[in-house]
């Protein structure tokens, strides 16, 4: 009956050598043990595997088509051996060796990824999973246990999670560089009469908050094209029309050949942002971790008020 267990490692490893080395002979001297060792070792193991693993022809040995599927099993085994091993440098370093983070559209084209960069610039073999949803879903996913972390728009509320609030940025607006209004110095909600804006698709116009400042102000647009949010800086760029938005998003997408300046907006219009997790996170290192990277990136950003979570 076949028998592997921890005793087993040893005659794997001379096995292995064997295999590569092709003579006992050689796989000694690679070993640095003896011949009659090697032969030993591979009788026993044969007798626990209950396979022969090898023919002998003439003083010579032969693999058989067993000794091969063994061996292959032995690479698969090495490898796993090696992946334990890094991940227990990562358990040491941040206190877990993955991480699945949920994060919403507005932080994932840059902010985030540049998180997860100088994570795994700290340990390769991390493991990072990150997906992009909305807000609510990010909520869901980490009160699931389908993420371990996420950013969200704050406020919200949840009877599982922490929650961390990180920062808050005022709104800019966004017009291509020869625009009348990209002479201004900043651009007041007045500014967007009889404008084309450019927003984000929303299920209820009523939650977008840049309509619902035009509508408080009286303020007649042109016209309005509604779009997912990775798409927007494209659309002002390719001169559909001007938008507001927050400056995280803007400056990760844009690029100087897109020909779109960013202008304050007045009246200011706040966004804020969070991290949530499940209490058994609270004292994972990798938080410390994001929070101070995240603080370092943010002073590249304009208008963002760092939140205590941060500023500490």
């Known amino acids: 009956m076949a028998d592997v267990n921890i005793h087993s490692l040893k005659a794997l490893a001379i096995f292995k050598t064997l295999f590569e080395a092709g003579t006992a002979s050689q796989a000694a001297r690679t070993l640095g043990i003896t011949q009659s060792g090697v032969s030993r070792s591979l009788a026993q193991l044969e007798e626990n595997l209950g396979i022969q693993l090898f023919l002998r022809e003439k003083n010579r040995l032969v693999a058989t088509p067993e000794a091969r599927e063994v061996y292959d099993e032995i690479l698969r085994l090495m490898g796993?051996?090696?992946e334990l091993r890094h991940s227990v440098l990562a358990l040491k370093e941040f206190g877990t060796s993955?991480?699945?983070?949920a994060a919403i559209p507005g932080l994932s084209f840059g902010f985030v990824p540049r998180l997860v960069a100088a994570l795994l610039e700290e340990n390769r073999q991390f493991s990072v999973?990150?997906?992009?949803?909305?807000s609510h879903e990010v909520q869901l996913a980490v009160e699931s246990s389908h993420a371990d972390i996420g950013f969200v728009t704050l406020p919200i509320t949840s009877r599982v999670l922490r929650v961390d609030p990180w920062f808050t940025t005022e709104a800019v607006c966004l017009v291509p560089e020869r625009h009348p209004l990209a002479a201004r110095e900043r651009v007041e909600v007045q500014d967007l009469r009889d404008q084309h804006l450019v927003i984000s698709n929303q299920p209820s116009i009523s939650t977008n908050p840049l309509l619902e400042l035009t509508?408080?102000?009286r303020v007649r647009i042109a016209g309005k094209t509604e779009a997912n949010i990775g798409t927007i800086t494209a659309l002002v760029a390719s001169h559909v029309g001007i938008t507001v938005m927050n400056p995280i998003?803007?400056?990760d997408q844009l690029a100087p050949r897109d020909g779109v300046v960013m202008r304050p907006f007045s009246p200011?219009?706040?966004?804020?942002?969070g991290l949530?997790?499940?209490d058994?996170?609270?004292q994972a290192r990798v938080l410390d971790f994001l929070r101070g990277r995240g603080r370092a990136q943010l002073a590249g950003y304009p208008c963002v008020a760092l939140d205590e979570a941060l500023s500490e």
């Open 98 to 101: 993955r991480l699945r983070i």
């Open 249 to 251: 998003t803007a400056q």
């Open 215 to 217: 509508s408080q102000h």
């Open 129 to 134: 999973s990150l997906d992009m949803m909305s």
């Open 268 to 273: 200011a219009m706040a966004f804020s942002f």
């Open 80 to 82: 796993n051996i090696e």
């Open 280 to 282: 058994n996170w609270k």
């Open 276 to 278: 949530v997790y499940r």
